[in-house]
């Protein structure tokens, strides 16, 4: 019996140490990215790490997360360079040393969609926190994706400024990336906070509409990216992110950022930061 | 979207997709097969002869392993998948090995959910080995060896049983493979969806991805796929079952 089960460890040990020698392609390197799903859903960031790719003789991994979980995914030293839009988790992070050389990449603005019939009366208002405080005031439906994303940390913030807590049935937490968030609202025909790039990509698929759009000032939506600190992990591909960082903010990758959704959505996504 | 238009339109797509050999989604089938088959390849190997230990073999605290197989068996995929994570990040005790959203992340937490399963069910294949049987061989002069060996054979189809339920168990889960493996497709599009090849990406997880960006159809063609194996997998395991 003895020796069965030194066999079998045998195998077993041969085995699970074959499955981890086989690393794809050691001749191009890895770059993982960790980053929000506004960049995932808008396919922006697919066009982008193409083009890396072929300049570089890399392959990207990218994990598509609400920001929250990205940033966190980088601080626990699993990606290389995270690419996100919550500027104070992004500097609480850099702050703590997990992240350095953080970028401005592009930034868009948020929206408020909801039904065409708009029952809480939020296209007539004057900011966003006015506007949720209308849908708050009026208890409509409201879909929160409550998962500490970038959006739900603007969410949050537009609440703090209306000084509103949000409770109540009308309002209700999903805790998921906002593609399924704007579906939930679809479905329960709810108001929701959507990334203006999310929400047009998505936009032959769900009858809510944009209502609210004109607060340059709460609506803000700025990309940043940085590269996860070698110090606290040397194993991380450094010099690789920095040459992401550099591309991204390149002349020509800012003019792709600024064409792209044109000719698909008959305005642009994002507006690129430098150009 | 009245009649529901858009539910015909996502199951005539998703068969379009299977029958034209979509490469997005044979690569994400590709994945499933791989790391569930492989981990229920190494979870049997471990799981048999650990159930086979525990029916045979008297030794200080089996009762107590026993417990743990049967409360192993209804590990919630997610916990798993969080354990593995925090086990394997960079800044988690093995981090070392670099392996945080790699297909042998995910074949880690599978095999440390279907393990038990496949334990739990082995044993009770064993115990459904008459005990005249076992006797029988010893009277003939029958070693150790021997009575395992026809305990082996008497419970075959139940052990068979046994890796099948693993492995049905194994193609179903997401929630433990999301997170550790992160859902990775490649750069690039590849027929007409808009990803590359899959590198982590499984039936179960790509659903949950293409539900949330709206994609009904894709979703649609690949729960199919996810049905048919399963039904393959579980039209087996009541062959073997009949067979028992």
Same mark, same amino acid.
């Given at each position: ?13 041969s085995?699970?140490?074959? /499955? ?6 050691n001749?191009?390197e ?6 929000t799903?506004?960049t /995932? ?22 994990? /598509? ?6 940033i966190?995914? +980088? ?21 703590k040393?997990s ?5 401005y ?6 929206? =408020? =969609? ?29 879909i ?13 913030? %537009?609440?703090? !400024? ?16 906002? +593609? ?23 936009k032959?698929?769900?009858k ?63 507006t690129? !930061?430098? %150009? | 979207?009245? @009649? ?19 490469? $997005?989604?044979l690569? &994400?089938?590709?994945?499933s &097969? #791989? ?58 005790p ?18 440390i ?8 069910i082995?044993?009770?294949?064993? #115990? ?64 007409g969806?808009?990803?590359?090849? @899959? $590198? ?14 709206? *994609? ?7 729960g &199919? ?17 009949r067979? *028992?």
């Amino acid at each position: 019996m003895k020796r069965f089960y030194i066999i079998v460890i045998l195998i077993l040990i041969s085995l699970i140490s074959g /499955c981890l020698d086989s690393t794809p392609d050691n001749a191009t390197e890895e770059l993982r990215i960790s980053t929000t799903s506004s960049t /995932c859903d808008t396919g922006i960031l697919d066009l982008l790490n193409k083009e890396f790719e072929n300049a570089n003789n890399a392959k990207i991994l990218t994990v /598509c997360q609400g920001t929250g979980k990205a940033i966190a995914t +980088g601080e626990m030293g699993a990606a290389d360079v995270v690419f996100v839009h919550a500027p104070a988790s992004e500097l609480t992070a850099v702050e703590k040393g997990s992240f350095i050389n953080r970028t401005y990449v592009m930034y868009n603005y948020f929206v =408020i =969609i909801g039904p065409g019939n708009d029952p809480a009366g939020i296209r007539a208002t004057e900011n966003a926190p006015e506007a949720l405080g209308m849908i708050a005031g009026k208890e409509q439906p409201f879909i929160s994706r409550g998962d500490d994303s970038g959006t739900h940390n603007k969410e949050k913030a %537009i609440w703090m !400024a209306a000084n509103i807590t949000p409770s109540g049935t009308w309002y209700q937490s999903v805790g998921k990336g906002m +593609g399924d968030t704007i579906m939930t609202a679809d479905i329960r025909e709810a108001y929701t906070l959507s990334d203006r790039g999310t929400y047009l990509a998505m936009k032959d698929k769900t009858k809510l509409v944009i209502l609210f759009e004109t607060d340059k000032e709460y609506l803000f939506n700025p990309y940043h990216v940085m590269a996860v600190n070698p110090e606290k992990f040397p194993d991380v591909k450094y010099d690789m992110s920095m040459k992401y960082i550099n591309f991204l903010t390149s002349t020509e990758v800012q003019a792709i950022i600024r064409d792209y959704g044109k000719d698909k959505f008959d305005e642009p996504l994002f507006t690129p !930061a430098l %150009i | 979207m009245g @009649s529901f238009e858009f539910l015909l339109d996502g199951i005539v797509r998703a068969f379009e997709l299977i029958v034209t050999l979509n490469p $997005y989604i044979l690569s &994400i089938t590709g994945v499933s &097969i #791989k790391v569930s088959g492989t981990a229920t390849l190494l979870a049997a190997m471990t799981a048999i002869p650990l159930a086979f230990a525990l029916s045979f073999v008297q030794f200080r605290g089996r009762h107590a392993v026993i417990t743990l197989v049967n409360t192993g068996m209804g590990l919630p995929p997610v916990f798993v998948g969080l354990f593995v994570f925090v086990m394997l990040v960079p800044a988690g005790p093995l981090g070392f090995l670099n392996r945080i959203f790699t297909p042998e992340a995910m074949i880690i937490a599978q095999y440390i959910l279907i393990t038990p399963i496949i334990t739990g069910i082995t044993l009770s294949a064993i #115990k459904a080995v008459p005990e005249p049987i076992i006797e029988t061989v010893y009277t003939l002069g029958g070693r150790e060896k021997d009575v395992v060996l026809t305990t082996l054979l008497e419970a075959r189809f139940g052990v068979i049983t046994a890796v099948l339920a693993g492995l049905g168990r194994a193609l179903a889960e997401v929630g433990a493979i999301l997170i550790v493996g992160g859902n990775i497709a490649y750069t690039g599009s590849v027929g007409g969806i808009g990803e590359g090849l @899959s $590198y982590t990406r499984t039936l179960t997880t790509a659903i949950t991805s293409e539900t949330s960006k709206g *994609d009904i159809s894709t979703s649609i063609a690949l729960g &199919i796929i996810l049905i048919a194996i399963y039904l393959f997998v579980n039209v087996a395991a009541g062959f073997f079952r009949r067979q *028992d």
